[in-house]
């Protein structure tokens, strides 16, 4: 269980399978850009509202200065293990094997099941634009999945409202699709989806801001910062707990490194420049949205507080005089401009987000799709799933497996929900990053680190501090998938991985020429 797959193993084995290496630097930080913005803005920024009102500009700030100090970890051991795998492939390379596959289960949790989120916010808009610009409209039945609460141990779905996410199933599988095809043709369709999405936002802060109102911004934390006594996941730290879900794109940066032209000089380059990006677009937008309009949570029928994506909130959202408020709505931004009467920009920012979260959804599936290859690649799952297709140069059949899981969960499961169950699986894989990270420094000091963080000794403690937090103020539902969701993965562990683990049974592809040839020289940045 404890064993550990060393550092030059890791290395020789993705030189010997390796995927092609045609991405670069600006391909890179725009592969980035396109997995974090877009979630957080243009879908979850009405939940987060709801749980925080115009507070959530402090969320924003707390979740991104927790990802800023995890990135740091990430790019070293990025830039010192340019392969695939992410978090999975550095845990087993300095905890150990059966860490690095929990490691590895918990990141379906955070790629796959964020591709289902924005799957579902992409439907939202999609749906919004349709009835905005035509006047046509699915029946609730068709564009909304159940609400579903817990009763006792077990969930129940109430399908009053909604039975089955149509349009959320039609974007997963045409994503999965492209992603088949080639990584090539898939960065290129994205780069071009970026720039459509920052330009829609730069055009959305342009109106918004000079109509700002400064009493939009009070009461500026109506549910504190923790939210009040009996409830969980509300206020400023349960809204920033969901907006960490805006910005866990930046790591799929990271498992992009074995497809990455000199990775040890572009990797850090594309995780730390589209952190900061999308950052600094966070917070002109959300200060647009909230100083335009307002964002104040609705309360529930009985003045009780009620968690967005609840049977309570919506049956709130339905009364008349919350029916246009910006925590009610499946399409916040495009709304907030109908509602300031541009509605010609409304509905172009809406064409824009179903134009630009596709490229999210992609990235989030890249992601996962190639977690799975490197677990399939060192035996701990079925090695057909690393088949690579002979004309596409792309693990096809991991990639459709991958797709139909997102489209199952898209359609049955609300975008809010979807996004906390991914946060889960993320906090735990960043927090045994910066585990590994420490460990790495104490176990291999001399290993030549192309890029070196600073200060690792205080930054990586408080990146755990941070997600480990963040984890605590998550909705008990969301904290309690990840343990359950980790007894099956050590059941799935115990009865394949542990006796097919490649390094177990000594198959372990390390050549002697990878292991005595010199460290390669620091890249001048």
């Known amino acids: 269980m404890w064993r550990v797959k060393p550092l030059d193993a890791i290395i020789a084995t993705a030189q010997k399978k390796a995927l092609h290496r045609s991405l670069g630097p600006i391909q890179l930080t725009l592969l980035g850009v396109g997995a974090v913005i877009g979630t957080g803005i243009f879908v979850l920024t009405a939940a987060a509202a709801q749980k925080a009102g115009p507070g959530m500009m402090w969320s ?27 978090a999975y492939t550095y845990t087993y390379a300095v905890v150990g094997e059966l860490l690095a596959w929990m490691v590895g289960w918990a990141l379906i949790l955070e790629y796959a099941v964020a591709a289902s989120a924005v799957s579902v916010g992409w439907s939202g808009y999609f749906m919004g634009l349709m009835k905005s610009v035509t006047g046509f409209e ?13 009763n006792g141990f077990l969930p129940h779905a109430d399908i009053s409202h909604g039975l089955i996410n149509v349009p959320a199933i039609v974007v997963a599988l045409a994503v999965t699709a492209l992603l088949v095809i080639g990584t090539t043709e898939s960065a290129r369709v994205n780069a071009v989806l970026v720039a459509v999405k920052v330009t829609a936002l730069t055009v959305f802060i342009a109106v918004t801001l000079p109509v700002l109102k400064t009493g939009n911004f009070s009461p500026f934390m109506p549910n504190g910062m923790f939210g009040p006594v009996g409830t969980s996941g509300m206020g400023v730290i349960g809204a920033a707990a969901s907006i960490f879900f805006a910005y866990v794109g930046f790591d799929a940066v990271s498992t992009a490194a074995e497809e990455t032209k000199n990775p040890q000089r572009n990797v850090p380059i594309g995780l730390i420049g589209s952190l900061a ?79 630009a979260l596709p490229s999210v959804i992609l990235m989030m599936m890249f992601g996962q799709t190639r977690i799975f290859f490197v677990m399939a690649r060192d035996g701990l799952l079925p090695e ?17 497996v991958t797709g139909v899981f997102v489209a199952i969960a898209a359609a049955l499961l609300p975008v809010g929900q979807l996004a906390d169950v991914s946060n889960s699986g993320t906090l735990f894989a960043f927090f045994m990053v ?76 390390l050549h002697e020429a990878d292991v005595d040839a010199p460290p390669p020289p620091v890249p001048d940045f």
């Open 434 to 509: 910066c585990v590994a990270v420490m460990v790495l420094r104490v176990k291999d000091p001399d290993r030549v680190r192309p890029f070196r963080m600073p200060g690792v000794w205080v930054i990586a403690p408080l990146a755990m501090v941070g997600c480990a937090g963040l984890y605590f103020n998550l909705p008990l539902d969301a904290m309690l998938v990840l343990p359950i969701w980790g007894a099956i993965g050590l059941v799935v562990y115990y009865l394949y991985g542990y006796r097919k683990s490649h390094v177990g049974r000594g198959l372990v592809e």
């Open 60 to 86: 924003f700030v707390i979740a991104g200065a927790v990802c800023a100090m995890a990135a740091l970890c990430y790019s070293e051991l990025a830039s010192m293990v340019p392969v695939s795998g992410s």
């Open 138 to 150: 699915l029946p609730e039945l068709l564009s909304h999945g159940p609400i579903w609460t817990m």
């Open 277 to 355: 990006i999308c950052t600094i677009f966070y917070l002109l937008v959300a200060a647009g949205a909230v100083g335009a309009m307002g964002a104040q949570p609705v309360l529930g029928l009985d003045g009780s507080v009620v968690a967005p994506g609840s049977a309570g909130f919506v049956a709130a959202c339905l009364t008349p005089e919350h029916t246009g408020d910006l925590v009610c709505s499946n399409e916040a931004l495009a709304h907030v401009l109908r509602t300031i009467n541009w509605p010609i920009l409304g509905n172009a920012l809406g064409l824009a987000a179903n134009l």
């Open 384 to 400: 057909k799933l690393a088949e690579i297709h002979p004309k596409w140069k792309t693990p096809w059949i991991v990639t459709i």
